[in-house]
């Protein structure tokens, strides 16, 4: 499931379908530097589109970081054309897999 970005410095991601959407997600639990805060709309922009041969293109971006303060896990969200989107219903279905398939562990 694992692929890589095909930018200039790649990064692992996965890719993920509910409800008609897809996502692609990086998990950037153990190291929260390997995603930038600053990475440009554009980059997104790139990383999302359907031309993108490495990416494939996608609906939503999700980014998993370690949580703020209180929590498991912090979960950005970023629309295909980089801007900030607000949780969408899929992105919650896709909760489950995404305990599934990635290194964040609900605290009881």
């Known amino acids: 499931m694992t692929k890589t970005n095909g930018q200039d410095n790649l990064r692992p991601f996965s890719r993920m379908n509910g409800l008609g959407n ?5 998990d950037v639990m153990d190291d929260n530097t390997l995603l930038l805060d600053d990475i440009s709309k554009n980059m997104w922009r790139n990383i999302a589109d359907r031309d993108n041969p ?3 293109g996608c609906d939503q ?9 209180k929590g498991d896990c912090f979960m950005d969200i970023l629309n295909a054309d980089g801007s900030q989107a607000s949780p ?3 992105a919650r279905v896709l909760w489950p897999l995404i305990l ?4 964040v562990r609900p605290t009881q």
């Open 22 to 26: 897809d996502f692609i997600i990086f």
């Open 54 to 56: 490495a990416t494939k």
């Open 61 to 69: 971006i999700l980014i998993l970081r370690p949580p703020l303060s």
């Open 88 to 90: 969408a219903a899929t």
């Open 100 to 103: 599934r398939n990635t290194k």
